[in-house]
């Protein structure tokens, strides 16, 4: 193809309707103007230092340039078209066919999967929580969905949310069936409003300290009440507290993670709307953020494999919810409403929580004293 010192096209580029079939032709594979380059480079023993020289850029530029990093501009077609030959309009007709091959492709190999994606994530509730502005296109709903993940595209979402959903693979079972997109739209809303709650550094000792006094919250009926003041003081321990609720497909109730080593993320779901659910899990997620380390992802569900991370959890959400010094006390309680209320005042804590360490120890029946539970509603919010 390449004859002597100069750049001589080969029989396929000899005419003016050849060209046109090159530029029709659309082939499976692309070849960047940065091949030809090199090959012509090859054949006359041409350094890239050399080149680059006769061309006036730097060895980086020139680098940029082979590897397609770099477009070539009427500028630059010009300089090639004098340093090895070809015209300038043939440079910037590879240049064109060459970024056009690349983005259908692209788009070929992403058509099908991009649309498979979108099938993935719980779209309706994302626009009905406000999470994403209505669009009848997909395009659109592509470009926004990538917007809402943070992400340049589908391949880097899936090592993002796929690595850090990989990491909590292992605590769920096989009746914990959420759906990745679902899990994953729940887990970056959460992290979005994170971004809005302002945290001290995180400090273990004083979020300890602090739980023991998040007790009392348990008693206040209204979650416009509780909720906030949850959010501000365990924001002051350096832990962001975000309340999601988990659309359609996801079935996590509480997720924790560090965005940071110096900022945690504890997102609640209020999936079951019932005080003594809520309130446990809470201090379920943040025996996680006080017992175990920073690089995992605990996600949970009503049906959890017993690990030991996860009793460890359970029972740290248990004695600050009723400290061993009640626990004797606890067990001794009769199925008696007014008994359970005193027994939950005295403690400082809200009578459905006793209910369901009651019913959680096998004291009291599933269906039983579950009037003393407080029921949320998200329109109450």
């Keep these: 193809m390449w004859i002597g010192g100069g750049l001589v096209a080969s029989k396929s580029f000899a005419s003016k309707q050849n060209m046109v ?35 006036g850029q730097t060895p980086r530029d020139v680098q940029d340039l082979l590897t397609g990093s770099s477009m070539i501009t009427i500028d630059t077609a010009r300089k090639l078209e004098v340093v090895l030959g070809a015209s300038a309009a043939f440079w910037m007709i590879r240049e064109t066919q060459y970024r056009d091959d690349v983005i259908r492709l692209k788009s070929r190999d992403q058509g099908p999967s991009s649309a498979e994606w979108l099938r993935g994530l719980p779209l309706k509730d994302m626009v009905r929580f406000g999470w994403l502005k209505p ?27 796929g690595g850090v959903l990989e990491t909590a693979a292992f605590r769920t079972s096989l009746s914990f069936d959420s759906e990745t997109g679902a899990v994953a739209a729940w887990l970056r809303q959460g ?23 998040f007790r009392s919250l348990t008693r206040k009926k209204n979650p416009k009440t509780f909720l906030p003041d949850l959010v501000r003081r365990s924001a002051d321990c350096g832990v962001a507290v975000a309340i999601v609720r988990a659309p359609t497909g996801c079935r996590a109730s509480g997720a924790t993670r560090f965005l940071s080593s110096a900022k945690a993320l504890l997102v609640l779901s209020f999936r079951y709307l019932s005080d003594d659910h809520f309130w446990f899990t809470f201090f379920h997620e943040a025996g996680h953020l006080v017992l175990h380390g920073k690089n995992v992802l605990f996600l949970e569900g009503r049906d959890m494999p017993s690990t030991k991370e996860e009793r460890e959890a359970n029972d740290f959400a248990a004695q600050v919810l009723i400290p061993s010094e009640f626990q004797a006390a606890l067990l001794n309680l009769r199925a008696d409403s007014f008994e359970v209320i005193r027994f939950a005042r005295r403690i400082g804590v809200s009578p459905g929580i006793v209910v369901g360490q009651l019913q959680h120890l096998g004291r009291l029946r599933r269906n039983q004293l579950n009037i003393l539970k407080r029921r949320f509603s998200w329109n109450s919010q």
């Design 21 to 55: 079939e090159l530029i029709e032709f659309k082939p499976d594979w692309t070849s960047s103007p940065g091949e030809t380059i090199a090959d012509i480079l090859e054949e006359r023993n041409l350094s890239v230092a050399e080149f680059a020289n006769r061309m």
């Design 135 to 161: 669009s009848s296109h997909s395009p659109d709903k592509l470009t926004a969905c990538l917007s809402f993940f943070g992400v340049p595209d589908i391949n880097v979402w899936r090592r993002v949310y």
């Design 191 to 213: 992290e979005l409003q994170s971004q809005l709650i302002p945290c001290k550094p995180w400090d273990s000792k004083r979020f300890q300290e602090a739980l023991f006094e």
